[in-house]
């Protein structure tokens, strides 16, 4: 654990407090405002996800901020096992898929009909939520075959992922929750001239544990149209928790890629006048679980008709979706 809260405000701290780089989750605690958190920059584990598809750039940024938030959140679990955040929708991108899996590997993929991301594009609609449309994400925890899995389920509406996040966290934790997600694409220019181009992501997500539960009170949603006169009552949030959301609220999306600024500096940044401490990192790589032998289960499973549908020039394929690796059998292996 560090401590980086003693230097005065406005002030660079002397010390760089065992600063992370790239690719690691950072657990915080701000104690004054009875609040905690993770931040992470993702560098070569969201790159290679991303590079080794070859996404539209808006399909990437999407799959980049979801992948940042599922990062985030399954490092805040005490579980071993897989947590699975998975969006389906009517929109553009129809599938999003995210793997973690403890303590720290994540894997991911999208499934996106490429002339509707093309239309989206030329009419100006390549935000996130425009791609998403409607539809739902589901939030699994899955640990193992002798454990019941838990899964939550938040509609996809049309906001952004963030938003969705937020509400999520509203309905089924029922604690109050600040995020921030940012993904980039940045360019460096070799010895040879040439300009290489590499993906970053950024994130944090704050949360309000006060001691006393009164003090996270909050409304329920907003129950859509109500009869003519009917007042939605509202509730004030708490001083230090209304301070948390506005300091989170002030960081950019720059702030949140930039490797010049880091995790460590950022939260320095935003906390250091009420004290931040920061704990040990948690290492994320991007790594597919899939194997030769998992694919022959699946093909096992498959009846005589699936097989000979999957059978071409007296071999079956099988790419996997998430690392792209190959993996042909001939039709016989499909019943060993």
Avoid at 20 to 38: N, S
Avoid at 134 to 148: E, H, I, S
Wanted: aromatic share 6%; net charge negative.
């Amino acid at each position: 654990m560090t401590d980086i809260r003693s230097t005065p405000a406005g002030s660079i701290p002397p010390v760089n407090p065992a600063p992370v780089g790239l690719d690691a989750v950072v657990p915080f605690q701000i104690d004054a405002l009875d609040a905690r958190g993770r931040a992470v920059l993702l560098g070569d584990a969201l790159d290679g996800i991303l590079a080794r598809h070859d996404y539209p750039e808006p399909v990437a940024r999407l799959l980049g901020e979801m992948t940042v938030l599922t990062v985030l959140l399954g490092t805040s679990l005490k579980f071993e096992g897989k947590f699975i955040v998975q969006a389906q929708t009517d929109g553009p991108v129809s599938l999003l898929v995210v793997d973690f899996v403890t303590p720290g590997t994540v894997r991911a993929y999208a499934r996106f009909d490429e002339g509707a991301v093309d239309a989206a594009v030329a009419a100006g609609h390549a935000r996130p939520e425009d791609l998403l449309g409607t539809g739902t994400l589901a939030l699994t925890v899955d640990q193992g075959a002798y454990m019941n899995r838990y899964q939550g389920i938040v509609q996809l509406d049309g906001a952004s992922l963030e938003e969705i996040a937020r509400n999520y966290f509203r309905q089924s934790e029922q604690i109050p929750t600040e995020l921030r997600l940012a993904v980039g694409r940045l360019s460096v220019r070799g010895d040879d001239g040439s300009m290489r181009q590499f993906w970053r992501a950024g994130g944090i997500v704050a949360q309000f544990l006060p001691d006393a539960p009164e003090r996270m009170g909050a409304t329920d949603l907003h129950p859509g149209e109500a009869p003519e006169g009917v007042e939605i009552p509202t509730l004030e949030d708490d001083d230090a928790w209304s301070e948390v959301k506005a300091l989170v609220g002030t960081v950019d999306d720059d702030e949140l890629i930039d490797e010049g600024v880091g995790v460590h500096a950022l939260l320095f940044r935003l906390f250091h006048e009420r004290g931040v401490r920061v704990f040990d990192a948690q290492d994320i790589r991007e790594k597919c679980t899939c194997t030769r032998d998992k694919v022959a289960g699946v093909l096992a499973s498959l009846s005589d008709e699936d097989v000979a549908e999957a059978t071409r020039d007296g071999k079956i394929t099988i790419t996997c979706e998430f690392c792209s690796t190959v993996y042909e059998f001939a039709p016989g292996d499909a019943k060993t």
